[in-house]
C-alpha cells in the first residue's frame, strides 16, 4: 500500500511560481509511474503531467513548456514545478502512482490518489 502525501500548495500571482511535490510512504516510487492531476471547480479532473519510472516524461498541452515534473528517487518525492501560472491553472492538484511503472494521461489506471493541495493563482 502506497500513502501519498502533497505539498506546496498555496495562493500565487499570474505569472509566478510554484514547485508541489508528493512524498510516498509504504512503498519506494522509483518502480511506479507517477501522475499530476488537477480539479478546478465545477470542473472534471484532468491531466497535466506523467513520469515513468524510467523518467519519461509527458505533458497536457496546458501545460507544455511551463510545468516540469520530475522524481526524486533517494527522498522518494515526485515534484512539479510550476512556472509563468496563470489564473485558469486554479485548481486542486493531485499526485497519483501506477505499479506498472508507465506513463499515463488516464486516471483510471492510476492506483494510488494523495488527498490534494489546493494552488490558487490570482490575476
Known amino acids: 500500500q502506497v500513502q501519498l502525501v502533497e505539498s506546496g500548495g498555496g495562493l500565487v500571482q499570474a505569472g509566478g511560481s510554484l514547485r508541489l511535490a508528493c512524498a510516498a510512504s509504504g512503498s519506494t516510487l522509483s518502480t511506479y509511474g507517477m501522475g499530476w492531476f488537477r480539479q478546478a471547480p465545477g470542473k472534471e479532473r484532468e491531466f497535466v503531467a506523467a513520469i515513468s519510472s524510467g523518467g519519461s516524461t509527458y505533458y497536457a498541452d496546458s501545460v507544455k513548456g511551463r510545468f516540469t515534473i520530475s522524481r526524486d528517487n533517494a527522498k522518494n518525492t515526485v515534484h512539479l514545478q510550476m512556472n509563468s501560472l496563470k489564473p485558469e491553472d486554479t485548481a486542486v492538484y493531485y499526485c497519483?502512482?501506477?505499479?506498472?511503472?508507465?506513463?499515463?494521461?488516464?486516471?483510471?489506471?492510476?492506483?494510488?490518489w494523495g488527498q490534494g493541495t489546493q494552488v490558487t493563482v490570482s490575476s
Open positions: 497519483a502512482a501506477k505499479q506498472d511503472g508507465r506513463r499515463s494521461y488516464s486516471g483510471y489506471e492510476y492506483d494510488y
